[in-house]
Protein backbone atom coordinates (compact mmCIF):
# COMPACT_ATOMS: atom_id res chain seq x y z
CA UNK A 1 0.00 0.00 0.00
CA UNK A 2 1.07 3.49 -0.99
CA UNK A 3 -0.65 6.18 1.12
CA UNK A 4 0.61 9.84 0.09
CA UNK A 5 0.68 12.84 2.46
CA UNK A 6 0.78 16.52 2.92
CA UNK A 7 -0.83 18.42 0.31
CA UNK A 8 -3.15 21.30 0.47
CA UNK A 9 -2.94 25.15 -0.26
CA UNK A 10 0.58 26.87 -0.89
CA UNK A 11 1.10 30.06 -1.79
CA UNK A 12 3.97 31.02 -5.03
CA UNK A 13 7.32 30.76 -3.84
CA UNK A 14 6.10 29.21 -0.23
CA UNK A 15 7.25 25.46 0.27
CA UNK A 16 5.37 22.32 1.25
CA UNK A 17 6.59 18.78 2.01
CA UNK A 18 4.99 16.25 0.73
CA UNK A 19 5.31 12.74 2.76
CA UNK A 20 4.68 8.88 1.09
CA UNK A 21 4.29 5.82 3.97
CA UNK A 22 5.06 2.32 1.87
CA UNK A 23 3.34 -1.10 3.45
CA UNK A 24 2.93 -4.48 2.72
CA UNK A 25 6.20 -5.23 0.29
CA UNK A 26 9.83 -5.20 1.61
CA UNK A 27 10.86 -0.57 1.53
CA UNK A 28 14.56 -1.76 1.51
CA UNK A 29 14.08 -3.14 -2.24
CA UNK A 30 11.92 -0.47 -3.59
CA UNK A 31 12.67 2.51 -6.02
CA UNK A 32 9.59 5.06 -5.41
CA UNK A 33 9.17 8.08 -7.56
CA UNK A 34 6.26 11.08 -7.78
CA UNK A 35 4.73 12.07 -10.22
CA UNK A 36 1.94 14.67 -10.97
CA UNK A 37 -1.45 15.27 -12.94
CA UNK A 38 -3.17 18.07 -13.87
CA UNK A 39 -6.82 18.24 -15.31
CA UNK A 40 -6.43 16.94 -19.09
CA UNK A 41 -2.82 16.38 -19.10
CA UNK A 42 -0.72 12.72 -18.95
CA UNK A 43 1.01 11.91 -15.27
CA UNK A 44 4.67 13.49 -15.36
CA UNK A 45 7.37 12.14 -13.40
CA UNK A 46 8.74 14.15 -11.22
CA UNK A 47 11.27 12.96 -9.01
CA UNK A 48 12.38 9.51 -7.92
CA UNK A 49 15.02 8.18 -5.46
CA UNK A 50 16.64 4.72 -5.32
CA UNK A 51 17.06 1.68 -2.67
CA UNK A 52 19.36 3.37 -0.15
CA UNK A 53 18.31 7.28 -0.73
CA UNK A 54 22.08 7.33 -2.75
CA UNK A 55 20.73 7.67 -6.25
CA UNK A 56 18.48 10.38 -7.14
CA UNK A 57 16.76 12.20 -10.36
CA UNK A 58 14.59 15.47 -11.18
CA UNK A 59 12.46 16.33 -13.93
CA UNK A 60 14.16 19.56 -15.02
CA UNK A 61 11.20 21.94 -14.22
CA UNK A 62 11.99 20.72 -10.67
CA UNK A 63 15.13 20.19 -10.90
CA UNK A 64 16.86 22.69 -7.82
CA UNK A 65 13.32 23.63 -6.05
CA UNK A 66 12.43 20.22 -5.25
CA UNK A 67 14.33 17.40 -3.10
CA UNK A 68 13.03 13.89 -2.26
CA UNK A 69 14.40 11.86 0.36
CA UNK A 70 13.94 8.58 2.14
CA UNK A 71 13.63 6.89 5.54
CA UNK A 72 14.16 3.05 5.36
CA UNK A 73 13.54 3.06 9.22
CA UNK A 74 10.15 4.60 8.54
CA UNK A 75 9.29 2.95 5.13
CA UNK A 76 8.81 6.88 3.86
CA UNK A 77 9.95 8.87 1.18
CA UNK A 78 9.44 13.16 1.00
CA UNK A 79 9.48 15.46 -1.13
CA UNK A 80 10.22 18.60 -0.40
CA UNK A 81 8.54 21.44 -2.07
CA UNK A 82 10.29 24.82 -2.42
CA UNK A 83 9.97 28.12 -4.28
CA UNK A 84 6.39 26.75 -5.62
CA UNK A 85 4.95 28.00 -8.90
CA UNK A 86 1.62 28.52 -10.51
CA UNK A 87 2.91 25.50 -12.62
CA UNK A 88 3.45 23.19 -9.94
CA UNK A 89 -0.45 22.76 -8.70
CA UNK A 90 -1.37 19.14 -9.33
CA UNK A 91 -1.96 15.96 -8.01
CA UNK A 92 0.94 14.32 -6.99
CA UNK A 93 1.29 10.53 -6.93
CA UNK A 94 3.97 8.40 -4.99
CA UNK A 95 4.53 5.07 -6.73
CA UNK A 96 6.91 2.49 -6.05
CA UNK A 97 8.46 -0.27 -8.12
CA UNK A 98 10.49 -3.70 -6.83
CA UNK A 99 12.38 -3.86 -10.31
CA UNK A 100 15.58 -1.93 -9.39
CA UNK A 101 16.62 0.81 -11.61
CA UNK A 102 15.23 4.42 -10.57
CA UNK A 103 11.60 4.81 -12.37
CA UNK A 104 11.17 7.74 -14.53
CA UNK A 105 7.60 6.53 -16.43
CA UNK A 106 4.58 5.07 -15.62
CA UNK A 107 5.44 1.66 -17.15
CA UNK A 108 8.68 1.29 -14.10
CA UNK A 109 5.82 1.35 -11.69
CA UNK A 110 4.42 -1.28 -9.70
CA UNK A 111 2.40 0.38 -7.05
CA UNK A 112 0.47 3.79 -6.86
CA UNK A 113 -1.46 5.77 -4.36
CA UNK A 114 -4.44 7.33 -4.33
CA UNK A 115 -2.87 10.96 -4.40
CA UNK A 116 -2.95 14.26 -2.73
CA UNK A 117 -3.92 17.52 -4.26
CA UNK A 118 -1.35 20.37 -4.32
CA UNK A 119 -2.52 23.96 -5.03
CA UNK A 120 -0.35 27.19 -5.65
CA UNK A 121 -1.84 30.34 -5.33
CA UNK A 122 -0.98 33.60 -6.01
Known amino acids: QVVESGGGLVQTGGSLRLSCTVSGFPFDDTCVAWFRQTPGKDREFVAS????????NYADSVKGRFTISRDNAKNTVSLQMNRVKSGDTAVYYCAATGRGGLPHTEDDIDWWGKGTLVTVSS
Open 49 to 56: IGRLGRTT
